[in-house]
């Protein structure tokens, strides 16, 4: 690179190309399918330019922005060992296969559990593991009575016994409360297994971690410490391009080093990924507690136009029960649409670190005029609308 683009350390990055990223940008900004939307910042741009371009399997060393990133998020949470992986469903599925072993076993998860309904059925391929799916009663999260009533111990030749116990923090927004977290761990950690058989083992998908953190106010660490794993997602709240770390002790990091191979994981020149989840981070976190205001400004708007939730709004997700209004998803798409704004059919919106407060304002104002047309009497499109979302 010549030295007339650099400047004092920072590219000059053309017009034209920060052009196409604002676009990109004020789209972004009324778009409330996913927290995955996000565009990187310039910031992010430069750190891709400048990171390290070392090979994740031929340079025994390792990438330095890779291994940069790492530290970051072993210091962050307080856990041993970290690892980069190419996707959260990566993250999960090399976590639950580097802790379970031999059949017959079963991971015990909410039955509404990412690792379990939207990775494209990974874990009984990968792991040939069971499940054993959780509602919760209290319709929330999980809690200590749930696991319990739903442990599969060993000795009965029917049932595959527990092996992981998978918990997810925040689920549809919702969070898993410390407390609950650390009875859960308490349990499973002391739960009785044959002499042969290591701890039953605890896992978090932890993609929206920090936002769950944030939002109870609590410790990261003491969260951490409930978990012998966890999949942190770089690309969801975080708003970084790609990635996430998984983190665990030294023991089963080294053993998740085989399953990244194996998966697809083993990357080329990662280190420019992981420089701008670096810069992500920092862009990112500070402005967490922001959007969890704004998501639930927003719910305290809808509901004042009748709308109802399916579940409560606490981070930086709204989950309207549209059946209880009787809007069809397709009417709730094409309202929004015609406003410019972007969702998935099911109901559920999504904030993030780039959602604008004129985006917001333009949801509230489509769905006003979807609320005003319903109860006017007005026949609303019931056509076929497909859409999922992570």
Not at 84 to 107: D, F, K, M, Y
């Given at each position: 690179m010549s030295s007339s683009t650099i400047e004092h350390d920072k590219i000059i990055f053309p017009q034209s190309i920060k052009a196409q990223w604002q676009t990109a940008t004020d789209k972004a900004a009324r778009d409330f399918r996913s927290d995955v939307v996000t565009v990187p910042t310039e910031e992010m741009m430069q750190a891709v330019l400048v990171a390290s371009v070392n090979d994740d399997i031929y340079d025994t060393e390792g990438d330095p922005s890779v291994k940069a990133l790492e530290a970051r998020l072993i210091e962050l949470t307080g856990m041993e060992a970290?690892?980069?992986?190419?996707?959260?469903?990566?993250?999960?599925?090399?976590?639950?296969?580097?802790?379970?072993?031999?059949?017959?076993?079963?991971?015990?998860l909410d039955h509404r559990a990412h690792v379990h309904c939207w990775e494209s059925g990974a874990l009984p391929v990968i792991s040939q593991a069971c499940v054993t799916m959780v509602k919760p009663k209290n319709g929330v999260h999980l809690t200590l009575d749930d696991v319990k009533a739903n442990m599969i111990a060993d000795g009965n030749i029917h049932f595959p016994p527990t092996r992981v116990v998978s918990l997810e923090n925040t689920l549809s927004g919702t969070i898993l409360p410390l407390k609950e977290a650390q009875a859960i761990s308490k349990f499973v950690r002391s739960f009785p297994t044959p002499d042969d058989q290591k701890p039953i083992a605890m896992h978090l998908d932890a993609a929206r971690l920090f936002d769950g953190v944030v939002g109870e106010g609590v410790d990261i660490k003491a969260y951490a410490a409930c978990f012998d794993s966890m999949s942190i997602c770089l690309a969801k709240g975080i708003g970084a391009p790609i990635g996430s770390v998984i983190l665990g002790s030294k023991q089963f990091i080294n053993r998740a080093k085989w399953y990244r191979k194996m998966l697809g994981g083993g990357t080329r020149q990662p280190g420019m990924m992981a420089a701008a989840a670096h810069v992500a981070l920092d862009y990112a976190l500070p402005r967490l507690a922001n959007v969890h205001s704004l998501t639930k400004a927003t719910a305290q708007k809808l509901e004042s136009l009748g709308y109802q939730f399916a579940l409560p709004v606490q981070t930086n997700m709204i989950v309207l029960d549209l059946a209880a209004v009787g809007i069809p998803a397709a009417a709730f798409v094409d309202y929004c649409a015609e406003q410019r704004v972007a969702v998935f059919p099911n109901g559920r919106l999504v904030f993030h670190h780039q959602t604008s407060v004129e985006g917001a304002d333009d949801l509230v104002a489509a769905l006003k005029r979807l609320k005003e047309a319903k109860d006017n009497g007005v026949v609303l499109s019931e056509a076929e609308v497909h859409g999922g979302y992570t």
């Open positions: 970290a690892l980069w992986a190419v996707s959260g469903t990566q993250g999960n599925q090399i976590c639950l296969r580097t802790h379970l072993t031999q059949p017959p076993h079963t991971v015990l």
